[in-house]
């Protein structure tokens, strides 16, 4: 754990930032009946700039104060509303929804709000980028939330395409067939296929033979230091279309051009061959669709990109 130490001459402040459906701090109820002369300050600029303590808030007469805000994790949708509350200026907290708030898939309804109302931040890959490091984040850490931002968008981009439904439709068992895949997709099936027959092939030809450990010398029997060299076998793993087998395949591509039903019909195929696959994604509602065991895939939350090994 870290921990980061700041010395400041201003005033500050603490804030656990509300979260849906909670009760409203007496700090937001005054905010919201502000006057109209500051109907433009966010609600962390009010408090910066106003004593809420009172029971009618004063402005401050000499500076600022800081303002530490409590929030749920990034990786939350919850997060996405709290940035709200605190970012966007408002009467209501219903002005924070989207428009389409109740249809949307529970899992980005509050970043579509997000991504509506504060373009100028979550449309911007750059600007996220330099935010959450000016921050004192980590560049892994910056990387990985921008990305998982861009999976947030692409999520929301095929809910509005009606690609994605916020109702679940069991799927026609035809789509797994390969006649309607493109060139592309016939590629990333192929590539897979070929890498579980070079795997297979690979560990088929491994032969069992002697064990050792790495023990002290005056730990080790005097037998077990001899080791049969004359039926030692190196195994090279066979290399696929150019691409070694035990490395990962990440299929990129624009919203709607059909990776993820690539990744299902390679999954899919795989399974019906016996083959055991662990799949990772954004949301387990990509597994569920598919209509595939769910004692088979796990889903793993906040995974940024998604590919195959």
Excluded at 5 to 10: E, F, M
Excluded at 102 to 122: C, K, V
Excluded at 152 to 172: M, S
Aim: charged share 25%; glycine share 4%; aromatic share 10%.
């Amino acid at each position: 754990m870290s921990v980061y130490c700041l010395w400041s001459k201003s005033r500050t402040k603490k804030i656990a930032v509300p979260i849906p459906g909670s009760v409203q701090t007496e700090s937001h109820k005054k905010y919201c009946k502000r006057a109209k002369e500051d109907e433009i300050l966010s609600f962390k600029e009010w408090l910066r700039e106003f004593d809420d303590k009172p029971k009618k808030p004063k402005r401050y007469k000499d500076g600022n104060t800081l303002v530490g805000m409590q929030m749920r994790s990034t990786f939350s949708d919850v997060y996405f509303y709290q940035d709200l509350i605190m970012h966007k200026p408002h009467r209501s907290v219903k002005e924070l929804l989207h428009p389409n708030h109740n249809d949307l898939p529970s899992q980005i309804r509050h970043f579509a709000a997000a991504w509506m109302y504060r373009p100028e931040l979550w449309q911007n890959p750059d600007q996220i980028q330099y935010e959450f490091t000016v921050k004192g984040n980590k560049a892994h850490y910056v990387e990985t939330f921008v990305e998982y931002v861009q999976s947030r968008a692409d999520f929301l981009q095929l809910w509005q395409r009606n690609i994605l439904g916020n109702t679940l439709v069991p799927p026609d068992p035809s789509r797994f067939e390969e006649t309607d895949l493109t060139a592309n997709q016939l590629r990333v099936t192929k590539t897979v296929r070929d890498f579980l027959h070079h795997r297979q092939d690979y560990y088929n030809d491994i032969q069992e033979g002697p064990v050792t450990f790495d023990m002290e010398p005056d730990e080790q029997d005097d037998d077990a230091s001899i080791v049969d060299t004359e039926n030692v076998v190196e195994h090279t793993p066979v290399a696929t279309t150019g691409y070694d087998w035990r490395q990962y395949v990440l299929v990129k591509g624009k919203p709607g051009t059909g990776k993820s039903h690539a990744i299902k019909v390679a999954i899919q195929q795989a399974l019906d061959n016996g083959y055991k696959v662990a799949c990772a994604t954004p949301t387990g509602r990509v597994l569920i669709a598919q209509n595939l065991s769910r004692t088979t895939l796990k889903p793993i939350p906040f995974i940024a990109c998604s590919g195959i090994r």
